[in-house]
């Protein structure tokens, strides 16, 4: 059975590790606030911006409690098995006393990397990761990782649970998820970016089109059905053309996108700038994927 | 039940996870096999010798269905979650001014003493508030309670490592059944528990669930601990199993703890009398219905 610790840390040699909690849990958890406030309002701006483009019937004006509050039914649908992993943002830390090396060792469980990283950057800490399923990383010396590979060995046998301890930032439970963010209006505007919606607006355009183009543009569809074509370099010079289609559309897009409201009760009320210029932004996208269609087809076939 | 202590001087609580786990886990153990694994294997081996259903040998093994049945009756053993009875969690903090570590015990099981700690309630027997030690746990709570201390869990409703710890215990009794030796019920707890299994199993059989199979037979002696209170309930059962219970006492000699059970080792005479008992578990439901 293959070892892979890939968020591993050590504590430098004297780094109490009640100092070390109180530093991470000072950094940790506005840091996970951040993270909940960026996807609350990212897929919250997503369906405000797609009801003004498109105004679905069934995606009705919202406040963002509101929408919290569905999306959290929608995450409560995963199966149970995935239980933990519900809340996205959750954060927990394990840490141990490794008595061979007389050090503190652990590792952090999250699904985002910025937890990690934030980790790793702290002065009393080490980046102290491991794995045998793959070569050591570059920088890292055959006897470094040697180390790596002894302490984790004494620290995982028999079991990591005997001799650890951790840490829980808060939000394993789905329940307490968004509920932090939600009461700060600040931390909602700081995590709210016109650009970044028009690129998703586009990102979303253009998806739709591309359902479209597959059957109605001749140039498209010969693309999308010849796959074996469409792979490694080929793929990555369309991904390219394809991102230049999404910047081309945002920078339309942006100076349309209405203003969201920070405040949790406030509903969305959309102004009919995006739903005026619907048509003209869909023939803009499927133009371009014609042309794009047509020019990576010429370079393909020469 | 939470419990309040402070850890001795000197002691630096992450050099010594092995005592405090242990200390958590005595009292779980104790009650996994006293109160599912040793009475479980019991009955098993009662019901099985009543009808001689044991075709080839079985392995005590057939123990880990049963605890895993009784104690995550609801849920798969393999995804579902513990029982919160089972809760048992330790946290460490430590007081920012005198450095002193302290250790709050939030579990249901009763525990016996942990190692390297004294007591440190701040609300005192007599129901006073010892000021200072309240102070001393409030600057380690701090306003976001427990976020601020390291733990350890060894049931949590829902982790994977409580069912592991579960798993454990009962590899440890497959491997070695005499540790659920002290911890087997009375002969007359047997009789009673066989009693009222026999008067559920002739209800199945008015029912016209009659059990066909030595897995079937085990399978309604397994089921019948969690079922005993809705049948009573729902049959509005108010049987007296007393005579029943003083035909199964003679009966019953000691359970054998070896990791494998033959044929010859079951006990004959429960089998011999199966009929008699039968008859008097009929009649007792008879005479009830």
Redesign the interface.
Known sequence: MSTKVYNGFRLVAGADPFDFLAHAQGALVPLRDRLDAQSLMQSYAASCDQLAFASHTDNKPQSIQEHARQSLVLLGRLPESALWLKDPHAIAIWLGWEPVSRRYMGFVNSSAQEVTDAVWSFSEVEQFDYWDNADQPQGVSKADWQERAQAWHRMIHPALDEHCMHWEGKSFNLDQYYDDVLAQPALLREAHSYKARAERLATWLLGKQKRIADKALTAYSHVSKHPRRFSGESHREWELLEQGIIERVAKQVQPLLDPLPYQVTDVFSPTPHLRDAAARLEALVCNELARSAQAWLAKREG | MIKRFRIREGI????H??EF?NALSAPARRKVFSEHLAPGYAHQYDALSLYQALRTPTKISTVIDYVLFTLLPDVDPF?GNMPEEYKSVLY???D?LTKD?LVLLDATVEHGDLPHVEEYEFTRPDGIIDEERQRAWSRVERS?AL???????LVRP?SY?SR?FVFSLCQQAAADPRVLAPYLPTRLTRAKVLAQHMLAERFLIADGNLPQTGDEISRISTRWAKMEEQQEASLGMQVSTSHLVDMILPLLNDVPLTAELAPKDLNTKLSEHRRALEEAATKAMESNA
């Open positions: 630096q609580p992450f050099e996870m092995e786990r995804e460490f903090g430590r920012p570590h976001d976020a601020s201390m390291w733990r350890i869990y829902d490592t592991e």
